[in-house]
């Protein structure tokens, strides 16, 4: 099982050896991707409320703040679903691990039939544990995310997600028409991984798997962080999320207090709905501004041949985060 975890390790002595009297920094180690490229997960249904399955980029009208969008991709997704939970098991989360335990029994619960998952916990590079690999058998995926525990380490983010990121690759390469998600659960904070973003955004490029961040950052400020010995920690979090989410095509949910059952449940079930949506469309945004501002969403569908109504479901919005 920690067999993977001992390549990180590996790996991490290598480009320590390599990167000695260079200093790490907020810019460096969360950089932002070149164009803005939008991914989003499209229901597309008939008037009876059948899915539509034939749909064509040329039947979809997007429009991002008003503006029409020329839909680049459009992609069909069919079941089985299979999904990564990607447990932060830091120090840091100490008052979360009951919430982190009942947020991956509900999405376990919520898998159909044939989805698979998979369930890795972390805290530092060497501490970065497979607890079950894929599997069908929702008791097994219980059974890990029972043994989850915390201890003490210098969190190890961005290594965790990479070696989660390969699996998942890896699974996509057998069926490339599933689905496939990532969803981690942390306060957002990176300290110590030997990887960095890009390599992160590498190890998944060319990929359709959506990484769902539910960022946990009430007891994240933006003071001085004598661990790190970095600033900006909350700041960092949440652009983490956003580049996350806007580069792979999931969401980014962030806590700013403890959350309450049915705020964590409505989270889910947004999740779920967008990993259960049948298409992923991309585009290339005629707004190139990073400002981080939120824009919205709406999407139209031609009528059927017979000229029956049909719907699409998008998001409402999304964020491109500042530079």
């Keep these: 099982m920690k067999f993977k975890s001992l390549i990180v390790i590996f790996a991490c002595l290598l480009l320590s050896s390599q990167l000695i009297g260079q200093k790490p920094t907020a810019k460096n180690r969360y950089p932002q991707a070149g164009h803005v490229k939008i991914k989003l997960n499209l229901i597309a249904l008939e008037e009876s409320g059948e899915y539509i399955e034939d749909l064509k980029p040329s039947d979809i009208t997007l429009k991002e703040d008003g503006v029409e969008q020329q839909v680049t991709s459009l992609k069909k997704k069919v079941p089985p679903t299979g999904v990564g939970l990607v447990f932060d098991n830091s120090g840091s989360m100490r008052l979360l691990l ?47 995310i029972d043994n989850l525990f915390l201890e003490g380490g210098r969190t190890a983010l961005f290594d965790a997600l990479s070696l989660a990121s390969e699996k998942v690759v890896e699974q996509e390469e057998k069926t490339p028409k599933n689905r496939f998600a990532i969803i981690v ?4 904070v990176e300290v110590n991984s030997c990887y960095d973003l890009t390599h992160l955004l590498k190890t998944i490029d060319g990929s359709d798997v959506q990484i769902f961040p539910l960022f946990f950052i009430s007891e994240v400020d933006d003071g001085y962080n004598s661990t790190s010995k970095r600033r900006l920690e909350r700041s960092n979090a949440i652009r983490l999320g956003q580049v996350l989410a806007l580069q792979t095509g999931g969401i980014a949910t962030f806590f700013e207090t403890s959350p309450k059952e049915d705020e964590l449940n409505s989270a889910l079930r947004t999740l779920i709905v967008e990993i259960r949506s049948q298409y992923v469309i991309e585009y290339t945004s005629t707004n190139q501004k990073r400002d981080g501002k939120t824009r919205s969403l709406q999407v139209t569908i031609t009528d059927g041949p ?18």
């Excluded at 890795?120 to 008791?139: G, M, Y």
């Excluded at 659960?185 to 957002?188: C, F, L, T």
């Design 185 to 188: 659960m942390s306060d957002g």
């Design 98 to 144: 009951s919430t982190l335990d009942a947020a991956g029994k509900t999405v376990v619960a919520n898998l159909g039939e044939k989805d698979e998952g998979f369930v890795i916990r972390f805290v530092s590079s060497d501490k970065i544990e497979v607890l079950q690999n894929f599997t069908n058998v929702k008791a097994d995926l219980v059974l890990a």
């Design 306 to 323: 017979n000229g029956e109504k049909r719907t699409g479901h998008i998001r409402p919005s999304f964020t491109v985060p500042k530079d």
